[in-house]
């Protein structure tokens, strides 16, 4: 139980890095960082919803890991 809490907590706390990272790197060089000034391949509101589950997950997963016995 607790190597399934940690995963999911490693991957959860990732998902509230990378979908940040990667849409301001996109905003920043553009798309797949080709031409600059171009929409992002990702919508705000996706990153948002990704950043939210993921979130939601880590306060779930962590008390399960990180608890001091």
């Known amino acids: 139980m607790k190597t399934i809490a940690m995963v999911v907590g490693i991957l959860a706390l990732a998902g509230t890095i990378v979908p940040a990272a ?3 790197f996109e ?5 797949l960082f ?8 990702v919508s705000l509101t996706v990153v948002k919803t990704v950043m939210l589950g993921s979130a939601i997950a880590w306060f779930a ?3 399960f890991w990180m608890k001091v016995e």
């Open 22 to 24: 990667l849409f301001f």
């Open 27 to 31: 905003s920043l060089w553009g798309p």
């Open 34 to 41: 080709g031409a600059a000034g171009t929409a992002p391949t």
């Open 61 to 63: 997963a962590a008390p």
